[in-house]
């Protein structure tokens, strides 16, 4: 082994720190899921007497398994919608030209500078006029676009070169054919990127999900959890119980598409 | 059997005007080379031709047949790219069997052409590779195979040598002359490197500014270049060029006067190229001068020279192994039938008629 530096070893306690301090909310949350609800107020790490118990009961005493079935389609589906319209509007801004492509491109991203908390109210108006309210494609329809994902698409595709879909052309493909079997292939990276984004951004939406739906059955994990909250009494260990197994989710999609998050193969069918 | 015509075609993008009328005509089978200065709008008139772009006015024929609302996969014809346009994330395989398999010809079919390929241009052992694992040579090929499994009516090369280092450059040069040969397809290459357009060309067409300067044989083009542009871009070392006058029939240099054999008077530039300065015992009186060494750069059975003469300075080509030294004074001559004159105004050549 290499003898460290001074430097390096500040530089590694910094990380070490930063890591504990993200962690530690994680562990709680683990280690709350697993005591009893006496227990819960005392803030030691690890339970006295480990149960599963919260566990069982909130998979069989809650519709805890429908709301994970409302979070999962609502994130895939937006996540696919996202992945699918972000790539397609960022390659068009990245490789044609045509009038007004500029005044598109910053009106986009403008929309990345207003708030969510600004954007319920129009949306809630808009979902309600349409007949939206408390309905699975109400929740998704804010979701189905981004103005990041088609920023961060638009500036992968303009690294692939021109070249490239002029040799496509030359091969016969149709416009969208090389969109789809030669840019987007080589924009795996940011793809991967952006699904992970879509994804835990969807599947931890808390705001706008409670506001669109008052039917318990349409509930995204997030509003459920929430909803043990009472008035009176908060039941910490099945929320925290409903969150630990809310994670495993985001830390799937994190672990199968952050492999994918290695660029390099860009530029390789170019010279050197 | 495809030749391909140009009917004043003009391109603009905007405002610009990049090709500003260009008439051509190529026979089938005929290598023809477009060579001219960056930014001339070789490459743009390549895509023209390509239908990656469209004509802004004009008409292009192919085999005869006006093609400009033809998709280039109609168009029979094929292109390598300068930097070779591979795709990355496909083997050299499916590379070359990318636009076959659009074109939804049976797998068969698709393997038996590459596979013929790829023996032609030896790739055999590449097939399963992805570009990145090739070296700049290989992918060379791997371009010019995808090119060749469509088996085009024409092909198309922009630049395609210019990533490599010189010497692969000369045998991926005497390659494509080589294929060209075998397949017998009219082929246009672009290149800015005059060696290149020399070396592969039946005809070479010079362009400059979105203009034709010049077409012809290599051997035209070198030999009765049309104008002061075309003299000073084919040759290399570049002919040397001089303001003079033109008096009654003779060209007056500060220091010599020659015989043109051109009527009238006026300003006049001649054009000498390196090779046609002599030592000087190898021409008549008239033709000979006294001239001050200034660099010599042996290359073994010739010799590059800087001379000064009359306050300017002249490139030379001495033949021979016995080079002169640097800082001698020393006899010169002009080869008297390989002196260019061009009107100074206009550039235009003039006729010399040699008293000899
Ligand atoms: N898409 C385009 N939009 C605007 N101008 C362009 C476009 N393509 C080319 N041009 C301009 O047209 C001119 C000719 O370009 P072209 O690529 O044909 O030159 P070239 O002769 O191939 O030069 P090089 O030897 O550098 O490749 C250049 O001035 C270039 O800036
Ligand atoms: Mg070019």
Redesign the interface.
């Known amino acids: 082994m290499k003898p460290l530096r001074p430097g390096r070893i500040v530089a590694f306690t910094l990380l070490l720190m930063g890591g504990i301090v993200m962690i530690m909310p994680l562990l709680f949350m683990l280690a709350t899921s697993l005591k009893t609800s006496s227990e819960v107020y005392e803030l030691h790490l690890l339970p006295r007497e480990p149960t599963l118990d919260n566990y069982l009961e909130i998979l069989t005493r809650s519709p805890f398994g429908r709301w994970f079935l409302v979070s999962f389609s609502v994130a895939s589906l937006t996540t696919a919608s996202v992945l699918f319209f972000d790539s397609l509007i960022g390659y068009t801004l990245a490789k044609f030209r045509f009038r007004g492509r500029t005044f598109v491109f910053i009106a986009i991203m403008s929309t990345l500078m207003i708030p969510t908390e600004m954007l319920v109210i129009p949306w809630y108006v808009m979902a309600k006029s349409l007949g939206w309210l408390d309905t699975l494609w109400g929740v998704m329809f804010p979701g189905m676009m981004s103005g990041f994902g088609v920023f961060l698409m638009r500036q992968f595709f303009l690294g692939v070169p021109d070249e490239l879909l002029d040799a496509a052309r030359m091969d016969g493909l149709n416009e969208f054919q090389i969109f789809w079997q030669v840019a987007l292939p080589l924009v795996t990276p940011a793809l991967s990127a952006l699904a992970i984004f879509a994804f835990l951004g969807n599947w931890t939406a808390f705001l706008w999900p409670l506001i669109v739906t008052s039917s318990p059955s349409l509930y995204t994990v997030p509003v459920g959890l929430a909803s043990l909250s009472g008035e009176f009494q908060t039941d910490w260990e099945m929320i925290m119980t409903g969150s630990s197994i809310a994670t495993i989710p985001t830390l799937l999609v994190f672990i199968l598409l952050q492999r994918n998050i290695i660029s390099g193969i860009m530029l390789t069918g170019l010279k050197g | 059997m495809a030749s391909v015509g140009l009917r004043a075609i003009r391109k603009d993008f905007g405002r610009t005007q990049v090709i500003k009328g260009i008439d051509l005509d190529i026979a089938d089978q005929e290598f023809v080379v477009f060579v001219g200065p960056s930014g001339c709008g070789k490459s743009t008139l390549l895509?023209l031709i390509?239908g990656?772009e469209d004509a802004t006015s004009g008409d292009i024929l192919i085999d005869g047949r006006v093609v400009n609302n033809v998709p280039?996969?109609d168009r029979n014809?094929?292109?390598v790219?300068?930097?070779?346009?591979?795709?990355?994330?496909m083997t050299v395989a499916r590379?070359m069997g990318?636009?076959l398999r659009?074109?939804r010809l049976p797998a068969a079919e698709i393997d038996q052409r590459v596979t013929a390929a790829a023996r032609m241009l030896g790739l055999e052992n590449l097939l399963h590779r992805?570009?990145?694992e090739l070296s700049?040579g290989q992918?060379q090929r791997v371009a010019m195979g995808?090119a060749i499994v469509r088996d085009p009516q024409v092909f198309l090369f922009d630049e395609p040598l210019s990533?490599l280092d010189a010497q692969l450059r000369n045998q991926v040069r005497t390659e494509i002359k080589k294929l060209h040969q075998d397949v017998r397809r009219t082929a246009i290459y672009v290149t800015h490197d005059q060696v290149e357009a020399m070396t592969l060309a039946d005809r070479i067409v010079l362009l400059r500014d979105g203009r034709v300067e010049q077409v012809g044989t290599p051997t035209d083009l070198f030999e009765r270049p049309a104008n002061r542009f075309v003299a000073g871009f084919i040759g290399s070392p570049a002919m040397n060029f001089l303001s003079a006058t033109l008096e009654n029939g003779e060209i007056v240099l500060p220091w010599m006067r020659l015989p043109a054999g051109i009527a009238g008077s006026g300003a006049v530039e001649i054009g000498i190229r390196p090779e046609d300065l002599l030592a000087g015992d190898a021409a008549p009186e008239p033709y000979r001068f006294e001239a001050l060494v200034r660099v010599v750069e042996p290359m073994g059975s010739e010799a590059l020279l800087v001379i000064a003469v009359g306050g300017h300075e002249f490139q030379v080509r001495l033949m021979g192994r016995i080079h002169p030294i640097a800082g001698t004074r020393m006899l010169f001559a002009i080869n008297p039938a390989e002196l260019h004159v061009f009107d100074a105004a206009t550039g235009q050549s003039m006729p010399v008629v040699q008293a000899r």
């Open positions: 895509r390509a990656l280039p996969k014809i094929a292109m790219f300068q930097n070779y346009a591979l795709y990355p994330h590379n990318f636009g659009a074109a992805r570009p990145g700049g992918r995808r990533n």
